[in-house]
């Protein structure tokens, strides 16, 4: 289940949506643009983020703090915006993913939301990820390999679709932990190593090699071929 992070000043709305997004089946968190959102970000490694954009100008420090978090790992974000605020400011739809005009459908938010994963993360559906042979259905939380279905702890499978959902980007071994492990885990990077080797055991067998070892940078999951 993807992960959602929406920022709203508006309490009321914003756990409103989160509500709503949490029945399309979306792990939806919300925290308002006063806390300190790049620890909110880090501590809760979500796979996309809203942002109510009550105002435009307080919203730009947020969006930086995303800009300079994705250098380790895609964060697309979703502005929910009213519509005086084009007007104020016409850079919005070149700073942000994808945006919805007030007043917000739930059901264009989902869907939105569901377009912007499929293209950051490769994703057929927001149940299911392919990667040649290997198919991973989040839903039932299921790996198949040639058909056959593997034996994956919990940690190996949460590393698994997270590289697999972001194929041929390069991961370091902190940002691995971060993501995987969370931010007050005190285990070093050999975790990620040891992981990745009990991983690639698991998925590589025969003609399978789907991890790659970027030397001096961290992992990298291959792309799907065409």
């Known amino acids: 289940m993807f992960k959602i992070l929406l920022?709203?000043?508006?309490?009321?709305?914003?756990?409103?949506?989160?509500?709503?997004?949490?029945?399309?089946?979306?792990?939806?968190?919300?925290?308002?643009?006063?806390?300190?959102?790049?620890?909110?970000?880090?501590?809760?490694?979500?796979?996309?983020?809203?942002?109510?954009?009550?105002?435009p100008t307080a919203a730009s420090p947020i969006i930086e703090i995303i800009r300079e978090l994705r250098r380790e790992r895609p964060i697309p974000i979703i502005a929910l915006v009213p519509k005086d605020a084009l007007g104020k400011s016409r850079d919005i739809p070149f700073v942000v993913d994808d945006f919805v005009i007030e007043p917000y459908e739930t059901e264009e938010i989902a869907l939105r939301v569901e377009k912007a994963l499929k293209e950051t993360y490769a994703v057929e559906s927001k149940d299911l990820i392919r990667n040649d042979e290997l198919m991973i259905d989040l839903t039932r939380r299921e790996v198949t390999l040639d058909g056959k279905t593997l034996s994956l702890t919990f940690?190996?499978?949460?590393?698994?679709?997270?590289?697999?959902?972001?194929?041929?980007?390069?991961?370091?071994?902190?940002?691995?932990l971060n993501k995987?492990?969370?931010?007050?885990?005190?285990?070093?990077?050999r975790t990620v190593d040891v992981h990745i080797r009990r991983l690639r055991a698991k998925i590589e067998w025969g003609k399978?090699?789907?991890?790659?070892?970027?030397?001096?940078?961290?992992?990298?999951?291959?792309e799907p071929s065409d």
Do not use: M, Q
Not at 167 to 173: H, M
Not at 208 to 222: C, D, L, Q, S
């Open 180 to 189: 995987i492990w969370g931010y007050d885990y005190y285990g070093g990077d």
């Open 7 to 55: 920022i709203s000043k508006d309490t009321k709305t914003g756990r409103t949506i989160a509500g709503d997004l949490t029945a399309h089946n979306f792990a939806c968190d919300h925290i308002s643009p006063d806390e300190t959102v790049d620890e909110a970000i880090i501590d809760k490694a979500p796979d996309l983020v809203i942002l109510a954009l009550e105002n």
């Open 155 to 176: 940690t190996e499978y949460e590393l698994l679709i997270f590289l697999a959902a972001n194929s041929g980007r390069v991961f370091t071994r902190e940002a691995l």
């Open 208 to 222: 399978h090699p789907f991890i790659e070892t970027v030397r001096g940078a961290g992992y990298r999951f291959k």
